[in-house]
């Protein structure tokens, strides 16, 4: 029987609670906290507890593949993979995927490293950058990186649906997937309310870019993957991925398919279409959940930017789209916080995967997979990572 999987990722599953006594680096602590937790080879490790977990959720969920990276105040608690990337070729724990989502706390501790260093305000117009972006003036950097813009989101756009349906392999512009989004009316007013939309991490892409004069991949180089000894983490402007390769597979389009090569160039800005492996995904997790990079303020910023309180369906905007923020479970900067986790889930083309982390007990889980024909519908990355979350911290559940 084959299923229709929605086309869009699933970027953010909403939302989460404010998270007391979380630790908080300034930037100049990030050589020092990344020499006190070495980057290791991505290679297995026993772990035989998690390694367990996973092989079960595999054969549960029907999955090809799941590779799983556990750590404790960055120490190595399991690495582990258990499945196949193609017939007969065994998914390893070198493996490299697309990250997707994983970019988009990456592009936020850039914005507040510059908030941090004076060369930016959080509430500064877009059109000081962007000086054609229609409601540029409205529309402040805060908006874009706490998603609450108004702006329309293009992916689950009718149009660009088709579009993506007829040709998975399409090189998709900025300007072509803002055109969609600012081609429909606001959702609301800007700041007043809440809604994903992709739109938004475009334009904060073109944004860093014009703010730093950097290009926006040399920029995420320069601050984020260098810092954090991310060496298997990168941009690729084309469907390009280095090997070896975790290949996925989709029923997207109405039948099961190779999707590995799909052309990622619609999931954000260009520049930070990012691949990775799973022992960067958990360091990244680490280090954007401990707020490693930015200051004490920046940090607090990171985990609620002013979205609590807001969202809520209006004449204009259904609940679907606009979601209420909670104290409990809200959208923060690029990040979604929810029951004392920070994490991001991205989801793309057969790929799903979880980076998340838990301040009080210093936990980093991070979960890549890929679906089987059988597999249920949604990020199946999250089931794992939640089986692995009740293992280790029983009191403080993931995606419960």
Not at 369 to 374: Q, R, Y
Request: aromatic residues 8%; contains cysteine.
């Amino acid at each position: 029987m084959t299923r229709t999987r929605r086309v869009w990722p699933v970027l953010a599953v909403l939302l989460a609670v404010a998270l007391p006594g979380a630790p908080a680096h300034g930037a100049a602590h990030a050589a020092a906290a990344h020499a006190a937790h070495p980057p290791r080879a991505c290679a297995p490790t026993p772990g035989g507890r998690v390694a367990d977990i996973v092989r079960q959720a595999r054969a549960d969920l029907g999955l090809n593949a799941v590779l799983a990276k556990v750590t404790v105040h960055g120490r190595e608690v399991a690495t582990t993979a258990s499945g196949e990337s193609m017939t007969g070729v065994p998914a390893t724990t070198d493996m490299h995927f697309r990250a997707g989502g994983a970019a988009i706390p990456y592009l936020t501790n850039v914005l507040l490293q510059l908030v941090d260093e004076g060369r930016v305000g959080l509430d500064e117009p877009v059109s000081r950058w962007l000086p054609r972006l229609p409601h540029g003036d409205r529309i402040t950097l805060r908006m874009l990186g706490s998603s609450t813009s108004g702006l329309y989101d293009y992916v689950p756009d009718p149009g660009f649906v088709q579009a993506f349906i007829d040709d998975p392999f399409r090189q998709w512009t900025p300007r072509e997937l803002v055109a969609i989004s600012t081609g429909k009316p606001l959702w609301y007013e800007p700041g007043t309310n809440w809604n994903y939309s992709h739109t938004n991490f475009v334009l904060l892409g073109a944004a860093l870019e014009k703010i730093t004069g950097t290009r926006l991949d040399r920029l995420l180089h320069q601050r984020i993957f260098r810092p954090l000894g991310l060496r298997e983490t990168r941009n690729s402007f084309t469907p390009e991925m280095p090997q070896p390769v975790l290949h996925a597979f989709s029923d997207d389009r109405g039948r099961y398919e190779e999707s590995t090569f799909w052309n990622p160039s619609w999931t954000i800005a260009p520049g930070a279409v990012l691949t990775s492996d799973i022992c960067d995904l958990a360091r990244g997790a680490e280090g954007v959940g401990t707020g490693e990079l930015t200051s004490p303020a920046a940090y607090r910023t990171l985990l609620d930017p002013g979205t609590v309180g807001k969202g809520g369906p209006t004449a204009t905007c259904p609940a679907t789209v606009c979601r209420a923020q909670t104290e409990a479970s809200h959208y923060g900067l690029g990040v979604v916080v929810k029951d004392g986790w920070i994490f991001q889930n991205p989801s793309f083309g057969g790929y799903a995967g979880v980076m998340a982390y838990l301040p009080a007990e210093g936990l980093a889980v991070a979960v890549a997979v890929t679906a089987g024909p059988e597999a249920p519908e949604g990020n199946n990355a999250q089931t794992v990572a939640s089986r692995i979350a009740a293992a280790l911290t029983p009191e403080h559940p993931l995606f419960a």
